[in-house]
C-alpha cells in the first residue's frame, strides 16, 4: 500500500464522494461493479445509493524506467607532489589572510573602545567640573546669606540698644523731674 497521509485521504473521500454525487445526478443507469479510477485510486461503488464504496489504493509501481539518482561524477584526483604543495600554500594563504582580519577586528574593537573610555572620561571630567562650579556657586550664595543675616542682627541689635538708650535717658528725666 502507498504511504499517503490522513489529511490527503480525507480530502480525496470528499472530493470522491461529490464526485459520484454528481455522477449519480447525472447518469441514472448504474452499472454494477463500475470502477472509477480517480488518481492512483480505484473507486468501486458496493450499493446503488452512492453512499457505500470501496476504495483501493494502488501500491507504488516498480517500472524498471525509473531513475535512480546516483552521485554527480567526481573530478579525477591527481596527488602529486605539485598539487599537494599548491594546496597546501593556498591554505596557509587563507590561513594567514582569515589571521590578518581577526587582527584587524581585534584592533578596530580597540580603537573603538580607547575612544569611548576617552570620551566617557571626558563626559565625566566636565561633569565634575560644573558640578565643582555649582558647589562653589552655593557657597558663595550661602556665605552672602549669612554675611546678610549677621548684618541685620547687628542693625537690630544697635537699634535696640538705641531704643534702650532712650528709653533710660526717659525715665532719668521722669526721676529726675518734680511730681507735680
Request: glycine share 2%; hydrophobic share 35%; with cysteine.
Amino acid at each position: 500500500m502507498s504511504t499517503v497521509s490522513a489529511t490527503a485521504l480525507k480530502e480525496k473521500f470528499t472530493e470522491l464522494s461529490l464526485i459520484s454525487l454528481l455522477c449519480s445526478c447525472m447518469h441514472n443507469n448504474k452499472v454494477k461493479d463500475e470502477v472509477i479510477k480517480y488518481g492512483d485510486m480505484q473507486v468501486k461503488q458496493l450499493d446503488k445509493s452512492g453512499k457505500a464504496f470501496e476504495v483501493v489504493i494502488k501500491p507504488p509501481s516498480k517500472d524498471p524506467s525509473e531513475v535512480k539518482l546516483s552521485s554527480p561524477p567526481r573530478s579525477p584526483t591527481c596527488l602529486d607532489a605539485k598539487t599537494i604543495q599548491e594546496k597546501l600554500e593556498k591554505a596557509e594563504e587563507r590561513r594567514k589572510s582569515m589571521e590578518a582580519e581577526t587582527l584587524k577586528k581585534l584592533a578596530k574593537e580597540r580603537e573603538h573602545q580607547t575612544e569611548v573610555l576617552s570620551k566617557a572620561a571626558e563626559v565625566e571630567a566636565a561633569f565634575a567640573k560644573k558640578a565643582q562650579e555649582e558647589l562653589k556657586k552655593k557657597q558663595e550664595l550661602y556665605e552672602q546669606n549669612q554675611q546678610a543675616q549677621r548684618q541685620a542682627k547687628i542693625e537690630r541689635l544697635k537699634e535696640m540698644d538705641q531704643h534702650a538708650e532712650v528709653v533710660r535717658q526717659n525715665k532719668m528725666i521722669m526721676t529726675n523731674s518734680p511730681k507735680a
